[in-house]
């Protein structure tokens, strides 16, 4: 497989979208589950944004809703990329680079899966 076909069956999720799918609530729920539902490609993401989206799913809607993202994983519902160390070294650079927007580690480990 090329590497072209590889990229093009991949789509990378953020905070973001894990944070709507889940709350019922969120203005971009529905969007959410509409992309999911019709989605073909596999959802890609990284440590630090599952780490980040726990978090967020924990502290403004509890314990469940995090657990329950986390167990999604076990179900196959999206890959975790590994980062290397190279890969944490430009994540500093890209941090360091973009602090004024700020650019956080979850943001930074996303622009370095893409």
Request: hydrophobic fraction near 45%.
């Amino acid at each position: 497989m090329s590497q072209n076909t590889w990229m093009r069956n991949l789509v990378l999720a953020d905070s973001g979208f894990w944070y709507a799918l889940i709350n019922a609530d969120d203005k971009f729920h529905r969007q959410a589950t509409n992309a999911l539902q019709t989605l073909t490609a596999t959802l890609i993401t990284t440590w630090p944004v599952v780490t980040e989206t726990s978090y967020l799913l924990q502290s403004r809607m509890g314990q469940q809703d995090a657990c329950r993202f986390l167990a999604s994983y076990h179900q196959g519902l999206y890959e975790i990329a590994n980062l290397s160390a190279a890969d944490m070294q430009r994540i500093v650079i890209l941090m360091e680079k973009y602090a004024d927007l700020p650019m956080d580690l979850a943001d930074a480990s996303l622009v370095i899966l893409a």
